[in-house]
């Protein structure tokens, strides 16, 4: 693999689609710092980097702490050599059908999903200032954050933040050469969607492959996605070809939006 000469961070990047963002990225020539809360799985993806002739390193932390996500792109840039993409992709999904959520619920899922997105965008805008460059911030949203999905009235409320505050990071930091967009993945094969496929609708209880397939049909391209489509749409927008777009949400979702 040759290095592109740049470093990426992908938090929430021990499983699922944050997984699939740091192996793609990493195969595109970035160096790639992979925080997780779980270390041992931030590891394991180290581990599959390496063995494919890539640069990674593990580090842990906890978006929904700013002084964690603040000492996770510190550690980035000091042991990669530099720092120019941030993708803002650990969340929360809890099924929450609207008279269940609970004040110690909202608290959690608001600070993990909104919060996290909040501190990457300020951590790594300070370490791009510092650096004395520009860079790319990039944030998971969710179809749940374009339109509202029956019972995750949580989530999809901090996804919907989530698009708002890519809005006005843009505008707010366009000056100093700093992009700022977001992906919209639509069903993924996750363990996050898998269990919401467990609980939600008509596929409570039944078993999780058939909850998963029987949002399919809403899907245009008539397949659910593989981490790996989500990883694609990353690679462009953390790559040079992405450059002249700002603000944007790009939706991976198989035309999701179409139903
Ligand atoms: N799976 C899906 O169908 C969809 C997922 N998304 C979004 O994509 C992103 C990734 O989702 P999945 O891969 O499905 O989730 P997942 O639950 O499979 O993996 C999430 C990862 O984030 C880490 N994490 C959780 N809390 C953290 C914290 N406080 N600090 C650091 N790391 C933390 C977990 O350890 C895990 O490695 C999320 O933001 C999710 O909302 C959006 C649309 C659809
Ligand atoms: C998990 C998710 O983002 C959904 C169902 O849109």
Not at 96 to 118: A, M
Request: net charge negative; hydrophobic share 40%.
């Amino acid at each position: 693999m040759a290095s592109n000469g740049k470093v990426a961070m992908v938090t929430g990047g021990g499983q699922g689609i944050g997984e699939a963002i740091s192996k793609r990225l990493a195969s595109d020539g970035f160096a790639v710092a992979i925080a997780d809360l779980n270390l041992d799985n931030a590891n394991k993806v180290v581990s599959a980097i390496e063995a494919d002739g890539g640069k990674a390193i593990a580090v842990k932390t906890d978006v929904s702490d700013r002084d964690s996500v603040f000492a996770a792109v510190n550690e980035a840039a000091d042991k990669l050599g530099g720092f120019d993409v941030i993708v803002n992709n650990a969340g929360l999904g809890p099924t929450t059908p609207i008279d269940t959520i609970t004040q110690e619920q909202f608290d959690t899922v608001y600070h993990v999903n909104v919060g996290g997105v909040l501190w990457g965008i300020q951590a790594a805008h300070a370490k791009f200032k510092e650096l004395g460059h520009g860079g790319k911030i990039i944030s998971a949203t969710s179809q749940a954050g374009v339109v509202g999905n029956p019972n995750l009235a949580l989530y999809s409320g901090t996804k919907f933040a989530i698009r708002g505050v890519t809005q006005v990071a843009a505008r707010d930091l366009a000056a100093e050469g700093i992009t700022v967009n977001a992906y919209a993945p639509g069903i993924v094969k996750t363990p996050m969607m898998f269990d919401i496929a467990h609980k939600v609708g008509q596929n409570a209880g039944k078993d999780d492959e058939w909850g998963m397939q029987t949002f399919a049909k809403d899907i245009t391209l008539g397949r659910l996605s593989e981490p790996e489509d989500v990883a694609n749409g990353v690679a462009f927008l953390a790559g040079p070809d992405s450059n002249y777009i700002t603000g944007q949400t790009l939706e991976v979702d198989g035309g999701m939006q179409f139903h």
